[in-house]
């Protein structure tokens, strides 16, 4: 049954739908029009390998033939074109399409025949796909789709583990979203077989190395993983993996301890640091002048000069700790959380706007008034809490330096354990405390007098100060075995349940306090690109770095320069040995250190500073 002929359709269409090849010839040599349009507006070369059975050979000849014909062909027709050859699953159509202009990734199509390559699961169309657009030099890897989808999310929507390890290894950005917020990272880790494994051995495969001589290697380093991205923030996807509610606990904890990611962060935070560094010492100076400030009130002196110094001295630095924990949640609205999870940005924003209400109110309240609330009043109560949250807060931010940092993170840890027990057994508490108001208010009525202050001397009980003689002489036979019951309970069971969790969360630290440090300094690393593209740049490193390692696995390995941690070292050899390669230029990245810190701090534009940085090969 033949089909019907459609209006507007010449003989040439007719022929190139029925895939009649000598047809098609014959038409061609006697003056048919290769760019006619039907009344559909399609050319006949969009008609070609629409037919669901065809001869492939025929196929090609059609296309050669129509290609030749050199009739200016849109390129929406070249893209339905490119469509039918990989409906066809036919390389060479693809080919001979590519070579006579077609453009893969027209942007204005819902989308390109890059998406329909990786959604089909057509690697070897794929790979012509991006040599093609490399030998353009116009890489569009990361084009959307009507849905903002990328090649790579449809490649791992489908779990198509082959394409979406070329489209990762061709630079594509993991750290993309598409309409429904799913990043690239994260539909890969959802969908593909044996997801975590796959991305893993994706880190791996970019630690190479080359052999030197024996015990010589160059190693090769490539970040291009987190590096590829078309905002210039170079943490973006770790910042993902940190922040996304869809991966679990576990496929974050594997992949950041991958060698590469801790080697990533090292690099990033040498040149960071010296900023950090800034912060801490700008933090510091806040908590002294708030302190100092605060003692020369007390003391009397508020109409000195000294007090009226440390005043603005003190305003001048809560003011920037103020602008410091603001920024994070203003410039990053993904971290829905960050208020309720992120402590030290919560208690800094606490103090420094108390700080800077209580300075001002120095200036304009009245100076008897203001000796009588530093003495009962409002004034008191704001210190009260004021002073050590500042200095909790610094304490908080030295968690990002490894050789403190889970001591720091230790206290965090004991204090929610303790907070949740006395949670739980508040009620116990609560008990003990009324039973003790019953037996002691006739007796005692400055520590028991109500409710309210016998439930406060039970607390304090609990750490040891009984008073037991002033409080013996009072008790009877039912006193004693209601106080002995409070010993053996809150006293010994309680405490000693603290101090158990206590030493199981120092124990688990231990292992798990540089990945916390890990995720602390790279929150402050996305944070500080995130401002401005000036700041991120002082901080951005290249793709690919090349270091020069000695040693084997029994005597240890050295690199130069020491930029990766002698603690991974050993994990990434091990990898890059099991991935050598001959394509690396023997030239090793070197520090340098030519250009001063306060050139990084100040110019914003420079790209090294005086830490020690590595080149890129």
Known sequence: MRDEIEPGSTCLHEAVKANDSKCVQILLEKGADAGAQDFHGRVPLELAGTRAKICLNQYLEILESLI?????????????????????????????????GANPWVEEEPETALHVAASSGMEQPLKIFIKEMQDRNELKINVRDHMKRTALHRAAYEGHSECTSVLIRSGADLSLKDESEMSCLEAVLLNLPKSVTFFLGEMDHAVSCKVKSRNEYFLRLNFGIFTNNENER????????????????????DILVHPLVDTFCAIKWSKARVFFFLVVVLHFLYVVSLSTFTVLDYYKYSASSWTSFFRYIHMFFATFVLINATSLPTVNFTMKTLWRRKAEVTTLLFCASLSIVWAFATIFIDADYLNWSLMNGWAKKILLFLLPLSWLALMLMIGRYRAWGWRALLFGLVFKNTILTLGVLFFLLIGFSLSFFVAFKPYNELLFGNPWLSLQTTFVMMTGEYNYNDLSEIMGFYTHLLFILFVVVATLVINNLVVALAVNDANALSEIGDSRCLKKKLEFVYSFELMSELLAAQVRIENSYVFEVTGSEEIGFRIHPKLVPERILGSLMEKAIENPTEEMEDQVSEENSSSSLWNALFSFIRQESSTAFISPV
Do not use: M, Y
């Open 234 to 253: 170079q943490t973006a996807l770790i910042n993902i993996i940190l922040q996304s509610t869809l991966l679990s606990k576990k496929v974050k904890s």
């Open 68 to 100: 030749k014909a050199k009739v200016r062909t849109s390129d929406h027709a070249f893209h339905i074109a490119l469509l039918n050859a990989l409906h066809q699953k036919s390389e060479s159509a693809v080919l001979s399409l590519l070579r006579g």
